[in-house]
């Protein structure tokens, strides 16, 4: 393994073989900005697969940072507790019109205006181009240099936690993305005994994972130490394959719980489960996973669908008023009974498992992304139904969490968009695209996530916001907000004190 | 689906369509011994998945089974506690020369005689040919038809019962064998998402998952209500793959508890687990797989390579007595720490794991069997090296087992032997043997699993047991598991109240 430094000079450096597989080399004028890339077995250079900043994108050089360069003001932050939250699911590349950290700033003032307290900002670790949701991320510790890089997401946090706003990230631990993927070059990263939707699965149990695991696993300490995060959301954390018998989850949160211990402050750590399995958010001693909460999808399957009743067409499965019950109570909707859509029996009951384990919305970016033509819930139901939608999810006993714009009815599409470099790749996602969603028969012409248009045409148009229409929802959510902060029944995420009755098909009444 | 009778007429029915994909038929001159096939799909014939019996073995036609011909004498057995078990494993085409269940019944005095009160019989669901381990077989609800079929193995289960024995069999859950293989043909019982080392893995979480639930859920039941057995040995469950938030452990044991309170006797199930991980034995309410024992294969591994030095090639990570100490107090020997064979840190401790959910044992027919020549300690140890290991085994805190002919200690070997019928097949298992075994350069001729003489060469010598050297070994077992039985520190699995100090070396105190 030889360091390969092209900036600010060039140089190659052989490195010494470590124990355990690794490499490793001391540089006595090694400085912030240097950049640097591995030659693993003699042919070609690669960037550095724990790289903390990718300036020229994935393929190019990794860039040495010195995280003490910035100087935090937060020393008094402690987090929020996790159930006072209000989140905002944010996608930084279209948030603003500059699609960066510091072009989110100056507009926290008009989310904490109504009564946002906690960001979930999707996936930022270094992407192919300048356009991603970022799950095609292949660098977990660096920050997306098109938003700023390292020191922009700083700041952001930094801002955000001057107002008494929490920064949960997500996070994705269970594919890499498959462009600027060099991560085979330099160790048994991957396994090929189970797979995932979008790629290699990680190895989390084969030969060789302890390196893999500890990769993974010190990843929110980064977050945590480096970025002052608050939180993450993981991504799809069931297609992450583990029968070790102290799980990849009890490793990673047993190092979490030492390092909080001394920080002083608690870290949150929100699951998407697609399990419908209490166990995602119970303790590690009691054979649970130990998530503080989960994304509760059923919600949105039973209360979407009976808002949009076009919608049963993707969530076969939903339609009845006593599923949207049953979120209320229960939480999981399908708690073991035949689910067509998954041709088998499906999921077990949450009853049990208070309500401030679990996540609810009636819109995100998959589900509004993860529509042909990208709409958004205020495009699919009239204005009367975006506010009983607004309702239904922030007085219900659970963590709501807004998909950004839908706090004012924003209308713009949020569109499936990359930005590849390998032609083949860009063909492959394109014709992936239009065969996944082949079943619903769309008409007209196909977006294209290539395109910079399918970008452009998913930002927030801010000039709405102070538009009469949208600003009577605004008000509304600020409202339901305040009510939810206010009134103690609103905050009690205790099951048993919450009845929720159906009026035949087309009413329900939530008494909490 | 077409149900294609054979016998005694040919005819061919056209089956119903029912729910679920299933397809029914009822006939009113079905008789006992009446053979067919079904036709899935227009093209060939093929035998019954759930068949009872496959008289022509695993190509030829099922056969419709009566199983109120058979009279049980055992009314009043209620079976033994597992932990007062001393089991034997048996496999039945090597345990006599006849290699019948018959003619296991007279040897039964044998047995009990040095106080032997459990058989653990290896898998008998019906196999290619009639010689194999049984671990090919492919029908996991027909008894081998070479063994004496359904009638022959109620007539030796009845016979143990009479004789104060408790009867366990083998049974595969976690793939099919390779020939005699139709599954495929009628239903999804297969997955692509995993694989097991010895074929497709069965289809346990998919779609269409909830019929392959049923059928192997289904399986205990049907050998404790029809075969009277006492319980299961479950092979290999590592490689059963299910991320259902019901798990199948869970379903099947919620099954076979309803059954056993009406039946009014205990079932029991025991694993073999190569997960080293205590939640194999603990209850689902603890996210427990809910076993009532597993394996212990660390026991034998330090035991194993302390009483034969040569016995380190094959285990490399064993050989101190520290370990052996561990398996006595802790169970687990490698609970965490990295473990050079596995490539990866390994396992968890079962400290706080109740002996009486651990079987031990210092051979079966792995540790034998999957050696390049089968063979037992007793020629790899001395005559005193053998009454070290058969003491160490029967004084331990764990439930004991012993593998047919340890007993006297047996000298033939325990090959491994198959008699498959497809020539490609047999090429395949004998070439798969040998590259298995490449690493261990192994000196001479190769034995041929599809040579008759392999099986031949396996079978217990009789003879032997009766010559002044086995008999002496003989007495030892039958003294130490009488001791076992009479003092009640030796039947103590209380963990807390033993000792086990290492003397160097060379030596170990154990303290009960």
Chains 1, 2 share one sequence.
């Not at 690669?46 to 860039?63: I, L, W, Y």
């Not at 019950?325 to 399908?334: E, M």
């Not at 077990?348 to 992304?369: E, I, L, T």
């Not at 033509?373 to 922030?394: D, F, N, Q, Y």
Request: charged letters at 25%.
């Amino acid at each position: 393994m030889v360091l390969h430094i092209v900036h600010p000079e060039k140089r190659e450096v052989k490195m010494e073989r470590a124990e355990w597989g690794y490499f490793t080399v001391e540089l006595t004028d090694a400085v912030p900005g240097m950049r640097y890339l591995y030659i693993p077995d003699g042919e070609g250079s690669f960037p550095d697969p724990a790289s903390h900043h990718q300036p020229e994108g994935v393929h190019g050089p990794s860039e040495v940072i010195d995280h003490c360069t910035h100087t935090w003001r937060d020393t008094k932050w402690r987090n929020l507790p996790l159930q006072d939250l209000v989140l905002y699911e944010l996608h930084v590349g279209t948030f603003t019109p500059e699609g960066t950290f510091e072009s989110v700033i100056p507009k926290l003032s008009e989310l904490t205006e109504i009564g946002i307290n906690a960001l979930e900002i999707m996936p930022v670790a270094q992407f192919p181009g300048n356009r991603n949701w970022g799950y095609d991320g292949v660098f977990p510790y660096a920050v997306q240099n098109s938003y700023g890089g390292p020191s922009g997401l700083k700041k952001l946090v930094d801002a955000c936690h001057a107002k008494g706003i929490a920064v949960y990230l997500d996070v994705v631990y269970n594919h890499l993305g498959p462009e600027g993927n060099y991560f085979g070059k330099f160790g048994p990263y991957f396994t090929d005994t189970c797979s995932t939707p979008w790629g290699d699965a990680i190895n989390f149990d084969g030969p060789h994972a302890d390196g893999v695991r500890e990769y993974y696993s010190n990843n929110p300490l980064y977050w945590l130490e480096h970025y002052h995060l608050d939180g993450l959301r993981l991504d799809a954390i069931h297609t992450i394959h583990d029968s070790s018998a102290v799980s990849f989850w009890e490793l990673m949160q047993n190092k979490i719980q030492s390092f909080t211990e001394q920080a002083g402050k608690p870290f949150y750590l929100i699951a998407e489960s697609d399990l419908n399995d209490p166990k995602v958010v119970k303790r590690p001693e009691a054979g649970g996973f130990g998530f503080s909460a989960q994304w509760l999808d059923d919600f949105h399957h039973s209360l979407y669908v009976l808002l949009d009743k076009k919608g049963k067409s993707r969530y076969e499965d939903f339609g009845k008023m006593e599923q949207l019950a049953k979120a209320y109570t229960d939480g999981f909707v399908h708690s073991g009974e035949y689910v067509s859509f998954r041709k088998k029996k499906f999921g077990r009951s949450s009853a049990s498992v208070p309500g401030n384990h679990f996540v609810n919305f009636v819109q995100n970016h998959d589900q509004v992304g993860n529509r042909v033509r990208g709409e958004r819930l205020s495009v699919l139901v009239g204005h009367e139904g975006l506010k009983l939608a607004a309702a239904a999810t922030l007085l219900a006993p659970y963590i709501p969490m807004l998909f950004m714009g839908e706090e004012y009815g924003e209308d713009a599409p949020f569109l499936y968009f990359v930005s590849h470099s390998d032609e083949k790749l860009i063909k492959a996602v394109q014709e992936g695209r239009k065969k996944e969603f082949a079943h619903y028969k769309t008409e007209g012409t196909f977006p294209d996530p290539q395109a910079e248009e399918s970008f452009e045409k998913s930002k927030l148009q801010w000039q709405k916001r102070k538009q009469p229409k949208y600003q009577q929802l605004l008000k509304w959510h600020q409202k339901l907000i305040q009510l939810r902060r206010s009134l103690p029944a609103l905050h009690n995420f205790n099951k048993v004190d919450l009845q929720a009755q159906p009026l035949g098909q087309e009413g329900l009444v939530l008494i909490r």
